[in-house]
């Protein structure tokens, strides 16, 4: 295991060294930086004070000289200045981190309790009209756009109905508490459940389906084994592999796929902060919040792997290794 643990964490190392190459590589090449923006909300500013300005930044460095500058001080634990939000970097992060674990755990836990028996069901009866209304219920989950969804929640439930705020995260001026926090998470939670449930669902009844006509399922059913054994103790546990990779997956790029939602509820997560530090050009932020969710998909396929281990005893972390 520890060698399976070691390579894995050189080959995290390597991608997270790519992947803000390229990052900054983009961010820096978008047209315009910080001091433009800085311009056009003080007209007054001389192009001395803009040349000065790019200089105190080291924007007037080539590109890579500021990555590897950039870079150097990421490794002694410096995370830069926020320029936009007039904060450390460090200081950022950490809040929204939070807030975005918060919503995305309920987020994974109800649409896996509804997809996994759903999917089961749907695999045992395969093709019936039941079956065929799941389906077509799936691929409309798939086909929404999260933010057309947003849009007609809010429409419903807080607009027409009056039973939940909009957006934000708390009531401005209220007591706060965790009950006043929870009414501002239904909607968004809501919205990433319908999203996620649809093709969670499917890939549950597909992995259902070809491990009921295995041999193994059919041994034990001959041997009297009763059908809810058959089904959840030898049926499931293989069939929970490929889900596992789907979830795994999801746990990570939902930190950066909550964008839309988070940018619709005005809910102050992972998602929204890179929105906002890209169009505010705040490359120091946006830099370190993709990476840091590039390090939840890491994260998430290195749980992927030793879920394997659990669910298949024919999986060891030395064949993982090699």
């Known amino acids: 295991m520890a060698r399976f643990l070691v390579n894995r964490l050189l080959q995290s190392l390597v991608v997270l060294l ?91 836990v109800i649409s896996l309790a509804i997809a996994i028996p759903v999917g089961i069901y749907a695999a045992r009866h395969p093709y019936t009209k039941l079956d065929s209304l799941i389906n077509l219920m799936c691929f409309g989950g798939i086909s929404m756009p999260p933010f057309w969804l947003a849009l007609l929640l809010i429409m419903l439930f807080a607009v027409t109905l009056g039973w939940l705020p909009a957006g934000g995260m708390g009531t401005i001026g209220g007591a706060g508490g965790v009950w006043d926090s929870l009414k501002y998470m239904v909607l968004p939670v809501t919205t990433l459940v319908l999203l996620s449930i649809g093709h969670q669902t499917r890939y549950v009844r597909a992995a259902m389906l070809e491990a009921l006509r295995q041999d193994y399922v059919r041994t034990a059913r001959a041997k009297g084994v009763p059908e809810g ?36 509820f005005s809910y102050l997560g992972m998602g929204k902060l890179i929105y906002d530090s890209i169009l505010g050009n705040d490359f120091n932020v946006a830099l370190c919040a993709l990476l840091f969710v590039t390090i939840m998909v890491l994260l998430g396929n290195l749980l992927a792997d030793m879920a394997y281990v659990l669910l298949d005893p024919r999986v060891s972390f030395q064949a993982r290794a090699g």
Do not use: C, K
């Open 229 to 264: 054994g058959v089904v959840y103790r030898h049926a499931l546990r293989n069939a929970l592999i490929p889900v596992v990779t789907i979830v795994a997956l999801e746990f990570g790029t939902l930190f950066g796929g909550a964008l839309v939602t988070e940018t619709m």
């Open 18 to 108: 790519v992947v803000s190459f390229v990052v900054y590589m983009l961010i820096g090449l978008m047209p315009g930086d910080p001091i433009d923006l800085m311009i056009a909300a003080n007209p007054e500013l001389t192009p001395e004070d803009a040349a000065r300005l790019r200089a105190l930044y080291g924007l007037d460095q080539p590109l890579l000289d500021r990555y590897w500058n950039w870079l150097t001080a990421l490794l002694q634990g410096d995370l830069g200045y926020s320029r936009l939000f007039a904060q450390p970097v460090g200081e950022i992060l950490l809040p929204r981190l939070l807030n975005t674990l918060a919503l995305l755990a309920p987020v994974l």
